[in-house]
């Protein structure tokens, strides 16, 4: 390996190494919450919770938007060496996540008894729920507030800070839940008031970080020019896109789950757990997709089309790579893995009849995992809107055309026909990669 080759690599594992270990920290909270729920004293507060934890999951999946935009644009500024947009880029960031968080703070009652109705519970389970959410409610402001932070640090090259918040968030949130539940006697809520106090922190600590290390940047603030006209259009149009593409990728998810219930508890429980495995993938996966997002952004904004078409080649190369790792797993060991979340022999038999989609999946998922963090990088998030839509009518489509005679196995095919046909259109929308094309402006 050549020195060129071997910084190349160490750029693109600085990176995504962190945004791994973020993506893994993060699901160690809802497994610790749950622990905590298990042992208030009655199983319904793990059913509370889990509804609970679901409106939220559903709220900030949709969030996202503001995560991925900032941090393309961020990127291209950073790449640009325009520090004054870096400041500005992060004031506008803030000030959209603050308005957001006070929408959904406004409308938390019509917002949580609506979520609610839609995830039915019995009566315990719904009175627990909705203690769970209006009291983590309350840590909105602090969580969206991160994660616009969170993606103007990944635009800045730097994902060990948001790495470090996310450690530190699971660590407090663990502490002060164990508080208030065992100490306090707060029940499920105390959950969710550790929850709120630990995002808090994290923001606090997130802040005296940045400060730390970017205190240089506040000479370039410019409260002005932060709302000038043009560059909030641009940041509305590319969040605008996201989020679309994201309720797209949330509705796909969601109906899977659905019409995983049509086919009985069984093929329900079965195609939970054999979606565990694809989120262990997407875990690894996302570290090098948020590491695509930084470098194309940085290297659009240099308008370095060497570099740019370089690191392309080496983000696809380290995908194939992670991709070829979890189907070797997946082949040998997927057994064993399921039998972490669930003994149940029946599940591992059914398991057996579709686990040859899952060993697919890496394989047929990489590639749109990976365009989609080198698109938000370069803020071509019209192409990312569009081809998300062709794939979803596609998921539809062919679900609906072959469930009837397939069952379970049509909603397979479509998932996987929804991961190809986005890697298909991505790469072609973009010109077949090509870098010249990607760092044109639309």
């Not at 046909?421 to 990669?433: C, D, E, I, T």
Request: proline letters at 2%; hydrophobic letters at 55%.
């Amino acid at each position: 390996m050549n020195k060129e080759t071997a910084a190349v690599n160490k750029d693109i594992l600085k990176l995504a190494i962190p945004n791994m270990i973020s993506n893994i920290v993060i699901p160690m909270l809802g497994m610790v919450d749950t622990a905590i729920a298990g042992r208030i004293g009655e199983d319904v507060n793990i059913a509370a919770l889990s509804i609970g934890t679901t409106i939220f999951n559903f709220i900030y999946w949709n969030c996202a938007f503001l995560r991925m935009g900032t941090s393309g644009i961020t990127a291209q500024a950073y790449g640009a060496g325009n520090l004054k947009e870096c400041a500005n880029m992060l004031i506008r960031a803030l000030w959209l996540a603050i308005l957001l968080a006070c929408l959904l703070l406004i409308f938390r009652k019509p917002l949580g008894n609506f979520s609610l109705y839609v995830l039915q519970g019995s009566e315990t389970v719904q009175r627990l729920a909705g203690e769970y959410f209006f009291a983590r409610i309350w840590a909105v402001p602090a969580s969206i507030s991160l994660f616009a932070i969170q993606g103007w640090f990944i635009g800045m090259q730097d994902a060990k800070t948001p790495m470090m918040i996310a450690i530190l968030s699971v660590i407090m949130n663990a502490a002060f839940s164990i508080l208030f539940v065992f100490h306090f006697h707060m029940g499920i809520a105390g959950i969710a008031w550790g929850t709120v106090v630990a995002q808090y922190i994290g923001l606090i600590v997130t802040s005296i970080l940045w400060f730390i290390k970017y205190r240089g940047i506040m000479q370039y603030f410019d409260i002005r020019e932060s709302f000038r006209f043009e560059p909030i259009a641009h940041f509305l149009h590319v969040n605008k896109d996201i989020f679309l593409r994201t309720a797209c990728v949330v509705a796909v998810y969601t109906f899977f789950t659905a019409a995983s219930a049509r086919f009985g508890d069984t093929i329900l429980t079965t195609n939970t757990l054999l979606m565990q495995l694809f989120t262990l993938f997407s875990y690894m996966s996302d570290g090098f997709a948020y590491a695509g997002e930084a470098l194309s952004g940085r290297f659009v904004g240099e308008r370095n089309v060497a570099k740019l078409r370089q690191y392309i080649r080496y983000l696809i190369i380290w995908s194939l790579i992670i991709a070829a790792l979890y189907v070797i797993i997946y082949m040998f060991a997927w057994k064993e893995i399921l039998l972490i979340f669930s003994p149940s022999q029946e599940v591992l038999d059914m398991a057996g009849n579709f686990i040859v989609w899952i060993i697919a999946v890496p394989l047929v998922g990489c590639v749109p995992f990976m365009i989609d963090g080198i698109m938000i990088g370069a803020t071509k998030t019209k192409i990312l809107r569009n081809t998300v839509f062709i794939s979803t009518v596609l998921f539809f489509g062919c679900f609906y055309a072959l469930s009837p005679l397939l069952g379970n196995t049509a909603l397979w095919i479509s998932f996987l026909l929804f991961l190809f046909a986005r890697g298909v259109l991505l790469y072609f929308y973009s010109g077949k990669l090509n870098a010249e094309r990607i760092i044109q402006r639309y």
